[in-house]
């Protein structure tokens, strides 16, 4: 393409109201340097004029408000070759929208090089954000190796087919070619041209969403289980009954839940509505009914319900109204007249015996060991009876966990894990046998035994699988927006308190209460001292930590500690996991580094449940094992087991911190890699005169309630504006990634780029040479293929082969002629024509 042609175009894209800016050459597809300004305001004419006047070949386009709700909807090249197009166009003209759907396709489209279909329109009504509308699940010959390890642990691995980009999203334009795309093709305009950008409704644009979405191919995930409410009247024998959650689910609406919520139906079509979240003007946000059956399922991250999970009315219901507290919702519903109580339990009863013992008058609120028998129904005489009776007397302080294989025991604070022998609910099993009934030979036998060490450990055996008391790991500090404290339970959105609960299964407990009222000073002048000369570095980390005692995972970053010693970072990590308790660990000696050999899965398995996890020992000359780090920090359900356990799966609730006085070498990197890591710098070497002994011990002790109200206030500002990263974690991070970067090192500092097909260098000669610059750098160079790929994409380089050898072509050493007498590169300052014009 000829200069003109790409500065009439993107000039094109500009007269029709678009913002316009410059795609980078590397193949990423991503803007040619800082953009993020064009998100919300255009470039003048004249500007864009100049930025193509050199012919640079790639236009792209910014969505949204700025190009005047501008949205592109993308059929992927696999789409296109998979023949979703015509079920698209099918699907559109079931939803009434068909001809709007040829109007688009008519409008303006083009074709991408990898054969997928762009179409743009603009949205009177507002533009949504990017979405992803169809996917399916990838097939097994199109897995790179890091996705086929993910899926032997079960992650799911998808491809998108359908998606769009909207509110603040980027395009790649036609008529873009070369080194825009990893492939070096254009894109082509197959209808119309940016003047000819249709405009259509928000209903319109929702419809043709909806088409969309109903050729999705992932199947429908498994609705997640309900939850089992401890009846302390019935104790959840329900058979014969029917429970208020159950019951709501059968009789329930959920217009009549959703609604008061502030959710809105969109549209209906068959069994299936749309919905559209509260606070949303315009896009579908959940479905109700359809192919996900009785069920809701949202796509929105942006509610309190979970996104991308079957949900049933009764789950929902809970979530919306009671803030996901079960027990309240079942005791609200029943008193709306929903259940129906079931008939006494029927269970096997020899005689009516008086049982021997003295008898407990109440039952405290607080659990203490035994003391006395309590007087029940004699049942009939069997470990099973003795389990049973067991979960009638202590059912409501009991639980237990069969992925762990532990016991667990209500404080009145918190779920407390019992030993592995099990602590006092072996008391509590051995009460129960000592208040059996021994007035006949028979039951003189059974009492006998039952009060053994055999006979203890079959009433628990027998009893860990009721399923009043069994929970599973996953059901345990699982309500991502609470942080369990010694004086009750914070709602990390508000910084607001409520009393503890049992029916919140936290197992945590952080060791200091917040306490907004206590003197700041020691704490912040520790902060002021460690972060001398950066202000706006203390916040960030308020909110930082404040983020990470959540269980949410939505940044997925890691943030990385770095400096030399006395420098507060110990410190402050320090001071922080003491006041976190057990909502905060550490990581194994290594744990991110590169290792020889494998880890044991109980490292991954110790992370269910946790909220901050700190990693450090780094030795100088680690490397960092990147595949882990992404897998650690990506959010997806991550599967493991404990020591001599059934492997089980769990939605990772930690964020990895890393601390260091050096800094691993990173091989591969790429985007997916550094855009998680955040170096903050610890620059400031504190005095000899003003260190302390013990500080983060005196900080923990002393300031503990200020330090946990200030955790608590960095999350509820995480939640009001997110992490707000300062300028100094940016250029740390990036300077970083620039060292790591061992490829563009050494084209800067060894080679030359360009001069044409004269110049050529062999590959096995270049490789030769980057290892050699490695070990003298102290460095591990790429892999051949890694190395290839990036002089590519990132320099342009191509490779060519003969009968005998392969070269990179417009690449050169700045060295001496190689005395390899089968190198056809020639030397740099030898070369003529048209390859020597530096």
Wanted: aromatic residues 8%; charged residues 25%; neutral net charge.
């Amino acid at each position: 393409m000829n200069q003109a042609a790409t500065q009439t175009g993107a000039l094109a894209w500009y007269d029709a109201g678009c913002s316009v800016v410059r795609v980078a050459l590397d193949g990423s597809k991503r803007p040619d340097g800082p953009w993020k300004q064009y998100q919300t305001q255009r470039a003048d004419r004249d500007t864009v004029q100049r930025w193509f006047s050199n012919g640079h070949p790639g236009v792209g386009v910014i969505c949204g408000t700025v190009s005047r709700h501008l949205e592109m909807l993308e059929l992927e090249g696999r789409a296109i070759t998979e023949g979703l197009l015509p079920k698209m166009a099918a699907a559109c003209d079931e939803l009434g929208v068909g001809d709007v759907w040829r109007a688009v396709t008519g409008g303006c489209a083009e074709a991408s090089p990898s054969g997928g279909l762009h179409v743009y329109y603009r949205v009177s009504d507002g533009v949504a954000g990017n979405t992803k509308l169809t996917q399916r699940l990838a097939r097994d010959d199109e897995y790179t190796d890091e996705e086929r390890d993910l899926a032997t642990k079960g992650k799911t691995i998808v491809r998108s087919l359908i998606e769009t980009r909207g509110e603040g999203g980027f395009v790649v334009v036609a008529p873009s070619t070369g080194r825009v795309h990893p492939s070096g093709k254009p894109y082509v305009f197959l209808a119309g041209d940016p003047s000819r950008i249709p405009t259509v409704t928000g209903k319109q644009r929702d419809l043709i969403h909806i088409a969309a979405r109903s050729l999705d191919q992932i199947p429908a995930p498994a609705p997640i289980p309900e939850v089992t409410v401890l009846d302390t009247d019935r104790r959840n024998d329900t058979s014969g009954g029917i429970s208020p959650g159950d019951d709501y689910n059968s009789r329930g609406s959920w217009h009549q839940l959703l609604t008061p919520h502030g959710w809105r139906p969109v549209y209906a079509h068959g069994n299936a509505t749309y919905w559209r979240r509260p606070g949303k003007t315009f896009g579908i946000s959940a479905v109700t009914g359809g192919n996900q059956g009785d069920y809701l399922y949202a796509w929105t991250t942006s509610t309190v319900l979970p996104a991308e999970q079957a949900m049933s009315k009764w789950r929902v219901y809970a979530i919306l109204n009671h803030s996901g507290d079960f027990h309240a919702a079942a005791k609200r519903l029943k008193d709306d007249g929903y259940g129906e109580t079931p008939p006494p339990p029927q269970r096997p009863v020899l005689t009516s015996i008086p049982m021997g013992g003295t008898a407990r008058s109440s039952r405290s609120d607080t659990p203490t060991h035994p003391t006395t028998a309590v007087p029940v129904a004699t049942l009939e005489r069997s470990d099973d009876g003795n389990a049973l009776t067991l979960v009638d007397t202590y059912g409501d302080k009991i639980r237990y966990c069969a992925e762990r294989g532990r016991w667990l025991h209500w404080t009145g604070q918190r779920w407390e894990w019992c030993p592995a022998t099990g602590g006092i609910v072996r008391e509590y099993a051995k009460q129960i046998a000592r208040g059996l009934a021994d007035d006949d030979p028979a039951a003189l036998r059974h009492k006998q035994r039952s009060l053994g060490a055999i006979g203890t450990t079959a009433m628990l055996t027998q009893a860990a699988t009721d399923q009043r008391i069994a929970v599973s790991v996953d059901a345990l500090d699982a309500r991502p927006y609470e942080l369990n404290t010694p004086t009750g339970i914070v709602d990390l959105r508000t910084g607001d308190i409520t009393p503890a609960d049992p029916a919140h299964l936290h197992t945590r407990i952080t060791a200091a209460a917040p306490d907004p009222t206590a003197d700041p000073d020691r704490w912040l002048g520790f902060l002021a001292d460690t972060f001398a000369g950066h202000d706006e570095l203390p916040s960030y980390m308020q909110r930082l930590v404040g983020y990470s005692v959540t269980g949410v995972v939505r940044d997925h970053i890691l943030p990385f500690l770095f400096g030399a010693g006395a420098n507060g970072k110990g410190v402050f990590l320090e001071t922080i996991r003491a006041v976190l308790g057990d909502y905060a660990t550490t990581a194994p000696s290594g744990f991110l580094m590169a290792k020889n050999y494998t880890g044991h899965e109980t490292e991954i398995a110790r992370l269910a449940g946790a909220r901050m996890v700190v990693c450090s020992e780094i030795n100088e000359g680690d490397r960092f094992d990147e595949a882990k780090v992404k897998q650690l920090t990506g959010g997806d359900a991550l599967t493991a087991r404990f020591m001599r356990r059934d492997h089980f799966t769990f939605q990772p609730t930690h964020k990895l911190w890393l601390m260091g006085n050096h800094q691993p070498s990173v091989t591969l990197g790429g985007h997916s890699f550094w855009r998680r890591l955040r170096i903050v710098p610890f620059v400031n070497t504190v005095p000899q005169e003003k260190r302390v002994d013990d500080l983060q011990g005196i900080l923990a002790e002393k300031d503990g309630g200020t330090i946990m109200a200030w955790i608590v206030a960095g999350a509820v500002a995480y939640f009001a504006s997110g992490l707000q990263e300062p300028e100094i974690v940016k250029a740390a991070t990036d300077e970083y990634a620039n060292e790591q970067d061992t490829v563009a090192r050494f084209v800067a500092d060894r080679c030359h780029v360009g001069g044409g097909s004269q110049v050529k260098v062999k590959v096995g000669t270049f490789r030769a040479a980057y290892e050699a610059w490695c070990a003298d750098e102290g460095d591990l160079p790429v892999k051949p293929r890694t190395l290839g790929l990036t002089l590519r994409t990132r320099f342009g380089v191509e490779s060519s082969r003969t009968n005998r050898d392969r070269f990179y072509v417009g690449l050169a050493l700045l060295s001496e002629r190689d005395e390899d007498p089968n190198d056809a590169s020639p030397p740099i300052d030898r070369l003529d024509g048209a390859g020597a014009g530096w």
